[in-house]
């Protein structure tokens, strides 16, 4: 199994689903330039926006707030089995989380009251992470 480096962001994301057509609203821009991670996703069924959880109107239907963890990158794009062994350890225990991947590195999103326990699942399986809540380490 090869260990992996993660790094914990600080800010809380949300994930908010709007209809098909609707246009990427202004309240999603709110903390994008100091945000670990912001997306906006268009499919034939949604808009999806993932942005700070302190954006989201409480009208939206959402998920959150979610802790956000990137793999130390940038990834090579030949590498398989990245996620699966990153993921695997948390779904024996039960840990939900939200998957999101970009050009560089992969990110793995779970719920603020999971993340501690995620972060103790990962060290026990071999992988090092960084917290950069309060400058930790």
């Known amino acids: 199994m090869t260990a992996w480096e993660l790094r914990r962001h600080d800010n809380e994301l949300g994930l908010a689903q709007l209809p098909p057509e609707a246009s990427v609203p202004t309240w999603s821009y709110g903390h994008r330039d100091d945000s670990p991670l912001w997306s906006v996703t268009r499919t034939p069924d949604e ?19 979610l802790t956000v963890f990137s793999v130390e990158g940038p990834l090579d794009h ?25 050009y560089d590195t992969d990110w793995i999103l779970v719920p603020s009251p999971q993340a501690d326990r995620a972060v103790r699942i990962w060290s026990e399986a071999g992988h090092t992470i960084t917290d950069t809540i309060e400058g930790e380490a």
């Open 78 to 102: 030949a590498l398989t089995g990245v996620l699966a062994g990153l993921l695997e350890p948390l779904a024996a225990d039960g840990v939900s989380i939200l998957a999101h991947s970009t």
């Open 47 to 65: 808009l999806s926006i993932l942005c700070d959880w302190a954006d989201v109107p409480g009208t939206v239907h959402s998920v959150g707030p």
